[in-house]
């Protein structure tokens, strides 16, 4: 069995950490669109797609940078090293960035348009909501590849 070498834990840290900060995120722009689904009035809407759009813009800027550091290598690759079968996997979590931000992007448009009627709102809502389920999906799909590459060439794997 090869040996575990010093760069692992560093890897393997370094996503922990980074997908840790990335759920605060998340878990801030949902609790943006918690507050009034039935019946919010005009001004509380307003203020609802203000807080929506600010965390959004925020998810957006550390999405961009998480991304690209996947992209250009370093964890995905480590595990592809290790099981050249996970490849086509990895190829094809790493293929939904741009479509995941490009929804990121809409939602900002779709939330800092000023002025939404309620059932404007109820979309956003959803839509916001939709998206973090899909994001954390994603992340979790991600984190598999990378651990199996890790547990297997570890000797740990299940199947
Ligand atoms: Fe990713
Ligand atoms: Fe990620």
């Given at each position: ?12 840290g ?100 000023g ?12 839509d ?28 740990l794997?299940d199947?």
């Open positions: 069995m090869p040996s575990l070498d010093r760069a692992d834990p560093v890897i393997l370094h996503i922990l950490q980074e997908h840790r900060e990335l759920h605060g995120l998340l878990r801030a722009t949902r609790e943006a669109i918690t507050p009034p689904s039935g019946g919010a009035p005009a001004a509380s809407r307003q203020n609802g797609c203000e807080r929506i759009t600010q965390a959004l813009c925020e998810l957006r800027n550390h999405l961009a940078e998480h991304f690209q550091q996947e992209e250009d290598g370093g964890f995905l690759e480590e595990s592809l090293a290790r099981l050249p079968r996970l490849a086509a996997e990895a190829q094809h979590v790493l293929a939904e960035h741009p479509a995941l931000l490009d929804e990121v992007d809409r939602l900002i448009k779709q939330s800092s348009g002025d939404i009627p309620a059932t404007g709102w109820a979309t956003l809502c959803r916001v909501d939709q998206f973090a389920t899909r994001l954390l999906d994603h992340e979790r799909r991600e984190n598999r590849v990378v651990q199996q590459g890790y547990n297997e060439d570890l000797g794997a199947d």
